[in-house]
Each structure stands twice: as C-alpha cells, then as structure tokens.
C-alpha cells in the first residue's frame, strides 16, 4: 500500500492535482474507481487551457486496492485507517478458500513408489 511519503514526482503531482481539483480529497482515505476515473478526465480536459498534465493513475489502482471499486487514496492528510477494510479482504479469501488435506507421508512415498518414482 502506497504512502503519499512513497511516491515518485510523479506520483504526487498526481495527487496533488487530485487535490487541487477536489480539496475535499486532502483528508480522504478512500476514493471511488470510478470518481478516480471522473476527476482524471475532467484534469484531462482542462490541459489545453493550461492544466496540469498527469497521467492516468494505473498505479494507484494497481497497489492501493482495498476492495473491488474501493482504492486507499494517499493524501498528504490520510490517517490511513484502512486496516479493516484489508482484514476483512483477507478473511473473506480465507472462508471462501478450501481446507487443504493433510497428507501422511507414508502414503505420498507409496504413492510416488507405484508411479515409478524413486525417492
């Protein structure tokens, strides 16, 4: 998860100018994808009156995910509280995974005797 502290120059003229166009986002932890996607086209369209020129964060959607539409926007403010919204990511892949089956190593050495292969 990206800091604003570990961002390139790039990067934070990136978000800078998110802020810059929305300053509500100075203190924001989360953005939106798609409010993402809105505000880089609306910067967008103001560089042929001299707007700022960035462009397309990949790599925020990239490293910052927190959930499917959901991103941890780094701020110079963020307080960065994002912990739960990941625990719950993970715990959500750990009850949707399948248990894995303990193998007796006997029988994976039996197993491996009858194929032909010598350990």
């Given amino acids: 998860m990206l800091k604003y502290s570990d961002l390139s120059k790039g990067q934070k003229r990136c978000i800078d100018a998110f802020i810059e166009h929305r300053p509500e986002l100075a203190s924001a932890d989360t ?6 996607y809105y505000i880089w ?3 967008y369209a103001k560089r042929g009156d001299g707007g700022v020129k ?3 964060p990949h790599w925020l959607s990239k490293h910052n995910q927190i959930q499917r539409g959901l991103l941890y926007f780094p701020g110079p403010n963020s307080t960065g509280e994002t912990t739960a919204l ?3 990511k993970l715990q959500k892949i750990l009850n949707e995974s399948d248990p ?3 193998a007796n190593e ?3 050495l039996a197993e491996l005797r009858e194929n032909g292969i010598q350990v």
């Fill in 31 to 36: 953005l939106a994808s798609k409010d993402m």
């Fill in 41 to 43: 086209q609306e910067i």
């Fill in 54 to 56: 960035i462009g397309y």
């Fill in 86 to 88: 990941e625990k719950s």
């Fill in 100 to 102: 894995v089956e303990e």
């Fill in 106 to 108: 006997e029988e994976f």
